[in-house]
């Protein structure tokens, strides 16, 4: 059952990542999904932890995500030459891939992933 649970959570994250990028700069990129779907299990089994509150799921989600984001970043951007994002232009980048801007939105971000995980938590829960 618990495997099956974090399937679910990963395809939304997927889906839901997909979603907002599509949503926000009219397209994605497939790693970009399997990213989102991997930062929701994260996201999941942190706020679904008995100590963990918004605050500390938002204040460990957004330096995860960004080092997430940063790896994916090399190997997409640099290793590969995808050019899937750029944010060189941005004050404070590192190498293109992060900046404090979006670590900033990806802490926002967390905020709705947190009740949407504990909402499936509590929904899937075992009786």
């Not at 970009?32 to 991997?38: W, Y």
């Not at 679904?48 to 190997?75: D, R, W, Y």
Request: proline share 5%.
């Amino acid at each position: 059952m618990k495997l099956s649970r974090y399937f679910f959570v990963f395809l939304m994250g997927f889906f839901l990542y997909a979603f907002v990028e599509v949503t926000g700069r009219g397209y994605t990129h497939w790693t970009m999904c399997i990213t989102g779907g991997i930062v929701l299990i994260i996201i999941y089994t942190l706020s679904n932890h008995p100590a963990t509150s918004l605050i500390k799921t938002c204040l460990l989600g957004m330096p995860l995500i960004t080092l997430i984001e940063f790896t994916v970043g090399v190997f997409d951007n640099i290793i590969m030459g995808w050019q899937v994002w750029d944010y060189s232009e941005i004050p404070l980048n590192i190498l293109g891939q992060v900046c404090p801007l979006f670590s900033f939105l990806w802490f926002l971000l967390c905020i709705p992933a947190y009740f949407i995980c504990r909402m499936i938590g509590f929904r899937l829960a075992p009786a």
